[in-house]
């Protein structure tokens, strides 16, 4: 079993960055890989972010690649998720998962957080 927990979600402008973060309990933080998922209003969890085990190899959504980057520190168990130059239609609600490999679909995960508030105004 996993615990995530995310932070760092808020309100920002356009243009503007934040950086999420995920921590994680429960089993040892470096044997499992690591995604970050968002869900707009209507629409389908789509996949943003991964990162392998040891966060050698990295993957991004085609909407976030050269903005966003995921990271993690093994020691603090924790991944994070740095957005820059945010858009409007990055407003969603971001989600963190962990999986036994760095997969782009949500079938690929297997533990969830409970989500944390994105909101880019124009």
């Known amino acids: 079993q996993v615990q995530l927990v995310e932070s760092g979600g808020g309100l920002v402008q356009a243009g503007g960055s934040l950086r999420l973060s995920c921590a994680a309990s429960g089993r040892t933080f470096s044997t499992y890989a690591m995604g970050w998922f968002r869900q707009a209003p209507g629409k389908e969890r789509e996949f943003v972010a991964a990162?392998?085990?040891?966060?050698?190899?990295?993957y991004y959504a085609d909407s976030v690649k050269g903005r966003f980057a995921i990271s993690r520190d093994n020691a603090k168990n924790t991944v994070y998720l740095q957005m820059n130059s945010l858009k409007v239609e990055d407003t969603a609600v971001y989600y963190c998962?962990?999986?036994?490999?760095?997969?782009?679909?949500?079938?690929?995960?297997?533990?969830w957080g409970q989500g944390t508030q994105v909101t880019v105004s124009s």
């Open positions: 990162i392998s085990r040891g966060g050698g190899i990295t």
């Open positions: 998962a962990s999986g036994n490999v760095a997969a782009t679909t949500t079938s690929g995960y297997a533990f």
